[in-house]
């Protein structure tokens, strides 16, 4: 394996910058998740919040 590759692979191994955007976001779908299992009037608005942000990502990924 190349040097250059070895050292690229170690650096992006110990890079967690972010590790903890991606832990909240789990976290709060979580919770998304859970509050519209509890309380099912909340599900169809936790399901438009979900699709509006899906829709921005796509859009994002194709720009």
Do not use: C, H
Request: proline share 2%.
């Amino acid at each position: 394996m190349n040097t250059l590759l070895m050292n690229l692979v170690w650096k992006l191994r110990r890079d967690t910058r972010g590790q903890d955007l991606i832990e909240y976001a789990l976290m709060a779908g979580f919770v998304a998740v859970a509050a519209g299992a509890i309380m099912p009037n909340v599900s169809a608005s936790i399901n438009t919040i979900f699709t509006k942000i899906s829709s921005v990502m796509v859009q994002a990924a194709a720009s």
